[in-house]
């Protein structure tokens, strides 16, 4: 005859063999149910996995708006340091290159400024701010031809704009 001790170690693992049985069937019933459902919505888990991926535009977004806060926290090193990444990505991004100015422009630095205007008016011949920053720098340089020339394309471009 056992003791209670030795009928409890024996129940044990047959609880355990049974509840595995139990756990291997409940798997092979779900994944079949499963398998039957994602044949019709196949694209589910696609969507959710697209969903988590950052695009490039998400990518461009986020370094120009952490390059704002920096320079929010007056750091401007690591403010042209996330400009900088995000022209790595997209190196026609006329944000960038027009926030990339007005840090130059915040600096007194009038040409490099100038020169950055001059790239985001290249990547996007309809950006407004590139022409009027540009116009300002041009003016701070009494460059007042260049920054009359931009302030008229932007006129004749823009006729009904109050900012002019």
């Known amino acids: 005859m056992c003791s209670n001790s030795q009928n409890l170690l024996l129940k044990k693992p047959r609880k355990a063999k049974i509840t595995f049985l139990r756990t291997l069937q409940d798997a092979l019933l779900y994944l079949h149910f499963t398998a039957t459902f994602m044949i019709k919505l196949w694209w589910v888990p696609c969507l959710l996995l697209i969903s988590c991926l950052d695009s490039k535009e998400t990518k461009l977004q986020r370094f120009l708006m952490q390059s704002n806060d920096m320079v929010k926290k007056q750091n401007v090193e690591q403010a042209e340091r996330f400009l900088l990444e995000a022209l790595k990505i997209d190196s026609c991004f006329a944000d960038a290159w027009n926030n990339l100015g007005t840090i130059y422009f915040d600096q007194r630095k009038y040409d ?11 990547c996007n011949p309809a950006f407004f ?21 931009d302030l008229e394309t932007l006129e004749g471009n823009y006729p009904d704009t109050s900012r002019i």
């Open 112 to 122: 490099e400024a100038i020169h950055y205007y001059d790239k985001a008016v290249q």
């Open 129 to 149: 701010d590139g022409y009027f920053n540009r116009a300002n720098a041009a003016f701070e340089l009494n460059e007042h031809y260049r920054a009359l020339k």
